[in-house]
């Protein structure tokens, strides 16, 4: 029997990257794309085509067969300090849509068997995410639209072209919206870092009774979803006939203050907490999974505990080497 055959945009990230070593350990056949090469993991893919996807020649080149499976997960993206700053707004809007729409489109003319498209909970109304305590973001109240970041706003175009191409040119598409995905081998300093991976650095680089800051008065809540959790839930949506939007997130909502608190004691380390001023987004966010669950009979179950622990360990390595390479003078 020939092997199956795959596509992940973006493999050179955080979520394809993993994406590719999960599909390899299922037998695909995998072409990787992107602007680079996986920083902290030698890719697995059969191809890794190192290539701009704003450039209909470089969609051509690497979307040239009817794939069984394609996975767009490529968008210009980071953390809060990348995409609430306002700095980056017209970048994200328009690399990310050029990428979409070349991919959609393209897509639907070479007949590829399954399309997944990453879309984000940053497309739920601002207006809905004001209380911390009592977050709204099911699905159907995505509309009338008004996310609080034009990284938001790409998002929610995007699945609507998608959608569009689904309807007119029977574009096979998946859609999800991933809800603060995090875990190893993910972005972890930098500027394009996400809260996880921030804290736990900040909480890795101090000394024990040190101080680590945060940013906002770490009262919003937010949850986050492990990245094994995650691939587990692309692929059920994927094997499904529902083309979604559906959330891909987990339930156990938390303060920034109480995620700090998680990995002082994952660390064993008493340190304590300086307020500063940052970009924040939302007040309060949590995932929805009435939908996910009604239509996959799944949902995600991961105590955050455990995935942070995971995530810790692999980021304080880092640390320690960045500390060791910092005090060597042959390093
Ligand atoms: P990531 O930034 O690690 O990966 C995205 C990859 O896309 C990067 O490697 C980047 O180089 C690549 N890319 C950007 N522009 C490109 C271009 N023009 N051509 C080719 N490649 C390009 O992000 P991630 O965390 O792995 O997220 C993957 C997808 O999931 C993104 O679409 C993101 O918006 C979405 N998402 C992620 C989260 C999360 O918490 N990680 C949450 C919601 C949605």
Redesign the pocket.
């Given at each position: 029997m020939e092997m199956k055959r795959a596509l992940v945009?973006?493999?050179?990230?955080?979520?394809?990257?993993h994406l590719v070593k999960r599909l390899k350990k299922e037998g695909y056949w995998v072409r990787g794309?992107?602007?680079?090469r996986?920083e902290y993991e030698e890719s697995p893919a059969d191809e890794f085509v190192i290539?701009?996807?704003?450039d209909p020649r470089?969609c051509e080149k690497v979307l040239d067969q009817p794939f069984d499976r394609v996975y767009?997960?490529?968008?210009?993206?980071?953390g809060a300090g990348f995409i609430f700053t306002g700095d980056n707004d017209a970048a994200i809007m328009h690399?990310?849509a050029?990428?979409n729409l070349n991919i959609a489109e393209l897509a639907s003319r070479m007949g590829v068997k399954k399309i997944f498209y990453?879309?984000?909970?940053?497309i739920y109304p601002e207006r809905n995410q004001m209380d911390p305590e009592k977050p709204v973001c099911a699905e159907e109240s995505a509309y009338p639209a008004a996310p609080d970041s034009e990284?938001g706003w790409e998002?929610i175009f995007s699945e609507r072209f998608y959608l569009a191409c689904a309807r007119n040119c029977k574009l096979p598409v998946r859609i999800a919206?991933?809800?603060?995905?995090?875990g190893p081998e993910?972005?972890w300093t930098g500027s394009?870092e996400?809260a996880p991976a921030a804290i736990c650095r900040k909480v890795a680089e101090a000394p024990d009774g040190g101080e680590i800051e945060i940013w906002g008065d770490g009262k919003q809540t937010r949850s986050f979803?492990y990245i094994d959790e995650c691939l587990d839930g692309v692929e059920r949506l994927m094997r499904s006939d529902f083309t979604g939007p559906v959330n891909i997130g987990s339930e156990e909502m938390v303060t920034i203050n109480g995620l700090a608190h998680m990995a002082m004691e994952i660390a064993g380390k008493k340190l304590s907490i300086k307020h500063v001023p940052g970009p924040l987004g939302v007040r309060g966010r949590n995932s929805d999974n009435r939908l996910i669950l009604e239509k996959l009979g799944w949902a995600p179950s991961l105590p955050l505990k455990e995935g942070l622990a995971k995530t810790y360990a692999w980021i304080a390595d880092r640390v320690r080497d960045n500390l060791v390479y910092a005090t060597n003078p042959y390093g």
């Open positions: 945009l973006g493999a050179g990230g955080f979520i394809g990257g794309v992107d602007l680079k996986h290539g701009d996807l704003r470089v767009q997960l490529a968008a210009d993206m980071g690399n990310s050029l990428i990453s879309s984000s909970a940053c990284y998002k919206r991933f809800h603060n995905v995090f993910g972005t394009r996400k979803l």
